[in-house]
């Protein structure tokens, strides 16, 4: 069924196929007649002292391999407690993070809660006896707030002023009847 009516198109098609059919039948006769050639190699055993030869020198390599991977690599024995000091770096400057945006919102809060109250005496004109003592304080407060370096103390100031200017506002909301400078 290889060949069949050609026409002039059809015989470079052909020959390519009957081509292609000789290649792999000469592959398969080269396949079977090294089959052949395998089976006919007979299996040999080593003496017993080559045996003995290749156990010692198994044994003694892997003594050798034992001992120097101990010895060669320092980093294999401490990767846990470099892991466990990177972990250790990694919560400590979280938290000194936290601990910063906390201060942070801290001293804002205080900052507006300082400003609201000043706006809120700059609407007084008059001033009282109690009043003016408190505003003496408000400004040594002032001038310990200029000198601190500590965001936490500086907090701790601006609270404070806060409630002083609270007791100047108290002052001036509760009447008018102290007498006025």
């Known amino acids: 069924m290889l060949i069949s009516k050609t026409n002039g198109d059809d015989l470079p098609e052909q020959t390519r196929q009957l081509d292609s059919y000789l290649t792999l039948d000469s592959v398969r006769k080269e396949i079977t007649a090294l089959q052949q050639s395998a089976d006919e190699i007979a299996l040999e055993t080593p003496d017993e002292f080559n045996w003995q030869k290749i156990n010692h020198r198994l044994a ?15 980093f294999t024995e401490k990767k846990p407690l470099l892991a466990m000091a990177a972990s250790l770096s990694f919560i400590f400057i979280g938290g000194l993070s936290w601990y910063n945006y906390q201060l942070q919102q801290q001293l804002v809060m205080a900052l ?8 809120q005496l700059a609407e007084y004109s008059q001033l009282q006896v109690n009043q003016y003592y408190l505003l003496q304080e408000i400004s040594a407060v002032e001038a310990k707030l200029l ?15 806060s409630a002083l200017m609270q007791q100047v506002l108290e002052y001036q909301q509760g009447g008018n009847d102290e007498f006025s400078i």
């Open 60 to 74: 003694a390599l892997t003594h050798r391999t034992r001992g120097q991977g101990k010895s060669t690599n320092i």
């Open 112 to 119: 507006k809660t300082n400003q609201s109250m000043e706006l």
């Open 147 to 161: 000198n601190e370096p500590s965001l936490k103390v500086k907090v701790a100031i601006l609270k404070y002023r």
